[in-house]
């Protein structure tokens, strides 16, 4: 089954290599629409999380709205994830334009260890390799493809795109290793995840956890945090948005690296208000302490 999958991969790469753009988008929106009316699970979940943080302020109708861009967004991070295999710098280029690029390349002037800070939003797919091609060898917390053709394929792409993936067993090692050899770290805050591993944070007026993990690093390690986002603007047109960096002190209490994970969560829960359709909420954000919304 492996193998078939495989071939199917190449086969849709092989299309979008041949095909012209306006055909491409079709046929993503449409697998997108696909996606929409088969695929329930995801929407209940969509919805379950719209309802929490929107409840009445947003009709149902613009909340089918953002759950279809959210799906289209989710399809077009796919598609980037099979062309940048062996997409040259050049045209990631002409997708991707940079704003309040000088606070990247100042932290870099000064060879600070820096933390980039997201979520799942906009195209993160081509955010990573952009970044680590343009400006700093990017270190990443992932896991292998259960396809072993098709990660053998990633895991190439990957070396030459300046990204190493690190996988969740050891990843702390493999981070600070990272850190202390110049490479930029870059984490996402916008998963549930297990109590150990996480602070509580108010994300959208209800309860959530969130990894630690960003401001921990940082504490121990003299990094700075650097929050960015990836925004569509329509297909294969970005913006990477740098935001201020944030100094953080050297051995934080728990109350202290709780209050900076709280700002983290500020800072993704704004971009998403300013913007809800980038953002992948076929996630069950909320089900550490809400997991009944998940369940009608």
Known sequence: ?????????????????????????????????????????????????????YGDNKSDKAKQTIIKSSLINMVYNLYEFMVL??????????????????????LLEQDKRIITVSGHYGCWELALPFFAIKYNP??????????????????VARDRQSLEMCEKKGAAKCIVKALKTG???????????????????DFFGHKASQVDSPVRLASKLDAVILPLFSIRDGFEK???????????????????????????????EKQIKEKPEDWFWQHRRWKLYNPEMYQK
């Open 1 to 53: 089954m492996d193998y078939i999958i495989y071939l199917l991969y190449r086969f849709f790469a092989f299309l979008f290599h041949i095909l012209p753009k306006t055909l491409i988008k079709f046929l993503l929106d449409f697998i997108a629409y696909l996606g929409y009316v088969f695929d329930r699970k995801h929407y209940r979940i969509a919805k379950a999380n719209l309802d929490l943080v």
């Open 85 to 106: 295999q062996r997409e040259s710098f050049e045209k990631m280029e002409q997708k991707m334009s940079v704003e309040n690029e000088e606070i990247v390349l100042k």
């Open 138 to 155: 990017l270190t990443i917390i992932s896991r292998k493809l259960n396809n072993k053709y098709i990660n053998d394929i990633f895991i």
């Open 183 to 201: 490479r930029t770290v870059a984490l996402t805050i916008d998963q549930s995840i297990n109590s150990k591993q996480s602070v509580d944070v």
């Open 238 to 268: 970005h913006r990477l948005v740098f935001l201020e960096p944030i100094e953080v002190a050297s051995n934080m209490t728990e109350e202290e690296i709780q209050k900076l994970s709280q700002k983290l969560s500020d800072i993704l």
